[in-house]
């Protein structure tokens, strides 16, 4: 009984203090064991109310209620979903589901569908790696700049030494993206266990040299993120990644050579991935170009654009292990990839390509993540 | 001009993706040098528009342009703040702020004020620690559990040893809590570098034994965030405590010995830390209680609430070098508070009471952990 009233003064005064308990929960979303999805939103004077989930659904929700908006839809894959609705013309949240990611300045609910408890980027019964934000030194950049690290399961307790997997965000996304739209800890997490990939160490840098941390974690105080950085695809992230290998070679137990280095990026994350390979071709075994921004529009720029073909032509000489391109059909760089691969076709350059549907989206780079990695380090 | 191109096709892309950039953007919070802050918000056919900051600011905004809503306000202090909008009567995020942050189960828009650039809980130019998400094993629960770590700035160079503060969330919070709204890294980092703490190790464990982590950390999948767990104050997390302290002694550099270890947490975390403290007297040399839920309405449940009295004469027989109780007058739980101290006083048990205005909320404990945190170990 007192235990009763302890729980209603803790309402209470949550309520009273304005923290948001004020409207009578519903269940959104509301997952069933089938993997049908229900929405719901309480918007008693609405006239319309849209959900948009991802670019996968744009859809009119139907009033099932009094106040209540809803919808249940029955053809979703088991993956992470990002949505929110439009009520109104309004953007809004759900505010009955606690969980939101951000893509780029873009605030949006999310949840994890895995019906049957397989789906890749989920998480499972299975040993975790450790997830680290560590702060390393660019002498190159001149700042102090923030990374993720992701250390397998059984790192702290072994002695062994490990490959090390460079992950490279796109525009407008930070160091913390690829674990957080990206799911990557997830995703290698389920794939060690299955036995699918090797143990490894993944380096999550931030690309934009402009910063130190992402916008919430930088001492410049109240910055929104942004798609377009001051210095934005100019050389000087590439000519500084020495520092962010040279920091995680003595930090860590890696195995500092060629072939059990990878890397690979999304989007300007991809663009950065081919060029700092190319320019470094004694250094990475395994390179993946994500959706990548292979529009060639800085050469001129630095030097570390300048004379690509030949660089590339170097770098395959010694034979990358793996040289990966994955692009959708509707992705907007979808012609500027294909001209890339016209070009290394022409010099007898060897890649390994795959071709998914859809275009320049998580639901991809999540794809392209979990069928890379597993060619990694064998 | 290309360069133009390909930024138009990258908002092209992500508008019709849906991904919501639809909204002509207002920069929302706005901060003036002199710390003023001014929200702003679109929404043309609203009747009444509410801004609900913490429970520090419910007031209504201005209708200041055609479809544009705004307020300034000049009085508010350096601090981290969260916010949201109430549209005629929905609660709606700030569209124009990318940074959220969330409360148990509402998510909400946050800042910090930081105008003359020495505000607490804010970046700054220092050295940082580094943040660890750890899975250790718990044999007395049953199971693999999410804690999150703090390390001091130098850990990784040095080789020494370190004392060790377990830092505890209340009902509804997690593992992460104190790192997000509790800006216990920030406040850690602040602290070390002005030479008002020493550098320690901080253990931000999960204390909700019916769960691994964190709801979007956990295996159990789609599950919203609760004040009232199904094991609530029984007794569980306290016995099972020994499994953070040896994971965490097995794992890092630390002093294991009570004069280099503190306890201390909030609402439910200060409950924690009291009976935690109290049934190990040997363990724990400092010990802060911030509005500690101190009802004793589980005594009976577990031999760990039994017979407190004793317990308490006994450990402060070995006189803890801090015991620490913070409390807000408008708190719910004033009252406990003052008849804790009424038994400690009548015991002649020795501690340090700080009384603080408002009432159970977050500006209070990073107050408290700012306050508390230069008196331990030294």
Not at 3 to 13: D, T, W
């Given at each position: 009984m007192k235990?009763?009233?302890?729980?209603?003064?803790?309402?209470?005064?949550l309520t009273m203090s304005g923290q948001g308990y004020f409207e009578p929960p519903v269940n959104s979303p509301e997952i069933a064991k089938d993997g049908a999805v229900t929405f719901k939103i309480k918007a008693a004077d609405a006239d319309t109310v849209r959900l948009i989930i991802d670019s996968r659904v744009d859809t009119l929700m139907k009033r099932t209620g009094n106040d209540t908006w809803s919808i249940t839809l029955h053809d979703l894959e088991p993956d992470l979903y990002m949505y929110y609705f439009i009520v109104d013309g309004m953007k809004m949240i759900d505010n009955n589901n606690a969980h939101t990611l951000r893509d780029v300045k873009s605030v949006m609910n999310t949840?994890?569908?895995?019906?049957?408890?397989?789906?890749?980027?989920?998480?499972?019964?299975?040993?975790?790696?450790?997830?680290?934000?560590?702060?390393?030194?660019?002498?190159?950049?001149?700042?102090?700049?923030?990374?993720?690290?992701?250390?397998?399961?059984?790192?702290?307790?072994?002695?062994?030494?490990?490959?090390?997997?460079?992950?490279?965000?796109?525009?407008?996304?930070?160091?913390?993206?690829?674990?957080?739209?990206?799911?990557?800890?997830?995703?290698?997490?389920?794939?060690?266990?299955?036995?699918?990939?090797?143990?490894?160490?993944?380096?999550?840098?931030?690309?934009?040299?402009?910063?130190?941390?992402?916008?919430?974690?930088?001492?410049?105080?109240?910055?929104?993120?942004?798609?377009i950085h001051k210095k934005w695809m100019e050389g000087s992230f590439e000519a500084s990644f020495n520092d962010i290998m040279n920091w995680v070679d003595n930090n860590y137990r890696t195995r500092p050579a060629k072939r059990s280095r990878a890397i690979a990026g999304l989007s300007m994350g991809g663009y950065h991935s081919l060029y700092i390979s190319a320019n470094q071709p004694e250094d990475f075994a395994y390179v993946g170009l994500f959706s990548a921004a292979i529009n060639r529009m800085d050469q001129g720029k630095s030097k570390i654009y300048d004379d690509l073909e030949t660089k590339l032509v170097t770098q395959f000489k010694q034979r990358p292990r793996l040289y990966w391109i994955g692009i959708g059909k509707d992705d907007f760089l979808y012609k500027d990839n294909t001209a890339f691969r016209e070009l290394l076709d022409k010099k007898r350059l060897r890649y390994t390509y795959h071709e998914s549907g859809a275009g320049h989206e998580w639901a991809n780079w999540r794809d392209y993540l979990i069928i890379f990695t597993p060619q990694l380090f064998k």
């Open positions: 235990r009763y009233f302890f729980f209603l003064f803790v309402i209470m005064a949840f994890v569908l895995d019906p049957k408890g397989d789906c890749p980027v989920a998480v499972h019964n299975v040993p975790h790696g450790e997830v680290r934000a560590v702060w390393y030194d660019s002498p190159t950049l001149g700042m102090k700049r923030r990374m993720m690290i992701y250390l397998p399961p059984g790192y702290e307790e072994s002695h062994q030494k490990y490959p090390v997997f460079y992950l490279l965000h796109g525009s407008g996304g930070d160091e913390t993206v690829w674990l957080e739209q990206g799911r990557a800890a997830q995703i290698l997490d389920n794939l060690i266990a299955e036995g699918k990939a090797v143990p490894m160490i993944v380096v999550m840098p931030n690309g934009n040299v402009d910063e130190q941390a992402a916008t919430n974690m930088s001492a410049e105080g109240n910055v929104q993120p942004t798609f």
